[in-house]
Structures are given as C-alpha cells and as structure tokens.
C-alpha cells in the first residue's frame, strides 16, 4: 500500500493562483514497545512498519526481535530489547536526536572482503524504476540494496532517510538475505547516522546521489567503510578505502 494523502492546495503560477488537489506523503508518529514501556518514537511514512522494526533494531544495535506486533502506528517488540529510551522523538531530519551515544559510540572496523567487478556508479539510475511514493508526491527519501554483482534485491522509502535504510535493512533480514554481501544505494546525503547504520550493520560500500559529511568521512576513515558520494553515472566522489571499488 502506498501511503500518500490527496490535500487541498493553491497552485502559485505566474501571478496566478489555481485552487488543486494534491497528494503529500503521509508523516506518523510511530511508537515502539517493549514489555509496556515506550522506547522509540519515530515520525515514519507508515508503511512497512515491520520491517522498519526489525531494521531500527539491528542498525541501532538495541537487542535482537523475536516478534512484533503492529496495532495501527504502535509496534510492540519481544525479544531481547534495549529498554533505554530515547530522550525525545527522532524526526525525519535527525536519526541520532535524543541519543547519547553520539559521543560515546566506538563503532568496530568493517571486513574488507568485498572486491566489485563492475562501475556502482551505474547503480544510481537503477533507483527511479522503484520509488513509486516520490514519483507521486516528490516527497521521500529513499535506500536501496544491491548484491555484489549489481543485482537490485529491494528499495524502500520514508518521509525520512535514515527510516528508508531500516526499512530495506529489515525487509533483508526478514528475507533471510545476507547484509554483508550487499551494497547501500541512497538518494540523500551520507550523514552519520546512516553511515553508522551502515557500518554497524558490515555493509561495506554505500553510494549516494548526495554528499558525505565531514563526520561520515571521518567514520569512513576509522571505519574502513568505502563511501561513494554526489554519484552519476560517470563521476564520484570516494572517501575511504579503494580497492573494492576497482580503484
């Protein structure tokens, strides 16, 4: 189900204004539980709202999910959960908000097992066959993950990109795929966050459309993680190692 709602707007063209309908993505405050405690609150697009569960989980590092069960924009977890809460709620803007481990986390070093045999340049203009929800509305973000061949295995979207990458995160774990062996396409700039969501998660190429922040480069470098940043089809940027990239 696509998640998007039709709005009344004024259309400003030229020095005429038009009265439209519109569709908008849909932005929800998503709760998570575990054992009737409130320890996440997200603003998510709802939709694939498991997936994004068990991908926030596993990037987060917050314990390993048994099950879950979704009741409207509530999620409950079972399993072995962090019980820590975040301090306020994580927009679509900000995936580390309310988090104290931003200074505290020591994140480990990838593999360095992964050796490309193709250009992932070529990767970014595979995204737009599958953003359903920003062809309508021009409103999300979106994260998609291909196998070491170049094959695409799944892309998801959210009103918020570090959503998008739980979300197809998840639905790889859901689907029993090996993380390690894939590699991270993004639409958005490679901010922390998502860098550390990928490190964490032994992902060890991310590409993206957008910029790589200071920060980001300088996890790159600790990290060993390989970032391709402002991606067309015949020119990058790369921070961090080159090899798997054929360089």
Partial sequence: MIEMKKNHIHLWRGNN???KSDWMEREETIRFFHESKAIRTLLATPEDLEELAYGHVFTENLGTIESVEINQHDIKLNGNILDEPSLIPITPSCGYCGDHRLKDEMLPPVSRSVSLGFDVRTLVDELPKYQRNF???GGTHAAALFNLEGDFISLKEDIGRHNAVDKVIGSALLQGIDITKSILVLT???????V???VRSGIEVVVSIGAISDRS???ARESGISLVGFTKS???IVVGPLFRLGL
């Avoid at 958005?188 to 998502?194: A, E, G, I, P």
């Fill in 188 to 194: 958005s700039r490679m901010s922390y966050d998502l």
């Fill in 17 to 19: 204004l038009e009265i």
């Fill in 196 to 198: 550390a969501k990928a």
């Fill in 135 to 137: 062809h309508s509305t």
């Fill in 234 to 236: 015949s020119k990058a």
């Fill in 217 to 219: 480069a300088q996890l």
